[in-house]
């Protein structure tokens, strides 16, 4: 799927930026109805290495984990504080986290704003298990960790170079040119694994710096019929990355969440959806 000049690492320009590392995730299968995850079939195909170039300034390392994850609560937890730094096993440490996930409910591509510690009870996982609001309670209580709790990165710097990337012309990029890939920032993670997992994260590093989280989540839509779609799913995926990369670099190297984000609010409503996995 991937080019083969994105297929192996290649040697740094020593006068070059330093390279970011993106660690990315995707999930198994669930249900009859999906024996393959889109998120995972996008995610195990992903180079290994961005290069820099006249556009992409800053080298990119992808590393993928090494499965897919079970679309089970309890693995999800007990994966996370492992996946991510500091106990990380990766060197060097991911500087983002980019989890993908399947909305197979949608036709577009998302970007998620924020996820919900609760209201992960209505919806079993592989295993028939939920994860009910007084397991969430113990697990991050209320007094630690807000209910809510958002991306570091400046989604709309992102929607804006994720759009530059596949091609929009339009002067605000509102204006989807024929052929380009429908791309938005969403607030609605879902009420299952993929808004757990973002939840998880999130909090991880909440529990950290608190205001420094470089975790964001991507839904994509059921592309498992079509190897065309897969590619394309591909492609705009690569384009996310590049974005987020220069995103971070924009920033400085350090992502700070901002204390009220104007749209920070927006996903306060719990929703549940069991197309979100």
């Given at each position: 799927?991937?080019?083969?000049s994105?297929?192996?690492?290649?040697?740094?320009?020593?006068?070059?930026?330093?390279?970011?590392?993106?660690?990315?995730?995707?999930?198994g299968?669930?249900?009859?109805?999906?024996?393959?995850?889109?998120?995972?079939?996008?995610a195990?195909?992903?180079?290994?290495?961005?290069?820099?170039?006249?556009?992409?300034?800053?080298?990119?390392?992808?590393?993928?984990?090494?499965?897919?994850?079970?679309?089970?609560?309890?693995?999800?937890?007990?994966?996370?504080?492992?996946?991510?730094?500091?106990?990380?096993?990766?060197?060097?440490?991911?500087?983002?986290?980019?989890?993908?996930?399947?909305?197979?409910?949608?036709?577009?591509?998302?970007?998620?704003?924020?996820?919900?510690?609760?209201?992960?009870?209505?919806?079993?996982?592989?295993?028939?298990?939920?994860?009910?609001?007084?397991?969430?309670?113990?697990?991050?209580?209320?007094?630690?960790?807000?209910?809510?709790?958002?991306?570091?990165?400046?989604?709309?710097?992102?929607?804006?170079?994720?759009?530059?990337?596949?091609?929009?012309?339009?002067?605000?990029?509102?204006?989807?040119?024929e052929?380009?890939?429908?791309?938005?920032?969403?607030y609605?993670?879902?009420?299952?694994?993929?808004?757990?997992?973002?939840?998880?994260?999130?909090?991880?590093?909440?529990?950290?710096?608190?205001?420094?989280?470089?975790?964001?989540?991507?839904?994509?839509?059921?592309?498992?019929?079509?190897?065309?779609?897969?590619?394309?799913?591909?492609?705009?995926?690569?384009?996310?990355?590049?974005?987020?990369?220069?995103?971070?670099?924009?920033?400085?190297?350090?992502?700070?969440?901002?204390?009220?984000?104007?749209?920070?609010?927006?996903?306060?409503?719990?929703?549940?959806?069991?197309?979100?996995?």
């Amino acid at each position: 799927m991937p080019p083969s000049s994105y297929a192996a690492r290649q040697p740094l320009d020593e006068e070059g930026e330093k390279p970011v590392t993106v660690l990315v995730t995707g999930f198994g299968p669930f249900l009859q109805k999906f024996p393959k995850n889109s998120s995972w079939e996008i995610a195990s195909s992903l180079p290994a290495l961005i290069p820099s170039s006249p556009t992409n300034k800053t080298p990119i390392h992808i590393h993928i984990h090494h499965e897919p994850i079970r679309v089970a609560y309890a693995s999800v937890l007990t994966l996370v504080p492992k996946l991510l730094p500091p106990a990380s096993p990766l060197r060097p440490l991911p500087d983002i986290i980019l989890h993908i996930g399947l909305a197979a409910g949608r036709n577009y591509f998302a970007l998620e704003q924020a996820s919900q510690g609760r209201g992960y009870g209505k919806i079993p996982d592989v295993d028939g298990q939920s994860f009910e609001d007084d397991a969430a309670e113990k697990e991050f209580p209320a007094k630690q960790y807000p209910v809510q709790l958002t991306t570091s990165f400046d989604t709309d710097y992102v929607l804006a170079r994720w759009k530059a990337n596949l091609g929009y012309t339009s002067a605000d990029g509102r204006t989807r040119v024929e052929g380009c890939p429908d791309v938005r920032i969403s607030y609605d993670a879902g009420n299952f694994l993929c808004g757990f997992i973002y939840y998880n994260s999130l909090a991880h590093y909440f529990n950290i710096k608190e205001d420094e989280r470089p975790v964001v989540f991507l839904h994509v839509p059921d592309l498992s019929g079509s190897e065309e779609k897969l590619r394309q799913g591909w492609e705009i995926t690569v384009g996310l990355i590049k974005a987020l990369v220069e995103s971070r670099r924009k920033a400085g190297g350090r992502l700070v969440s901002a204390v009220a984000r104007k749209n920070g609010d927006t996903a306060a409503e719990v929703q549940t959806d069991n197309n979100f996995v």
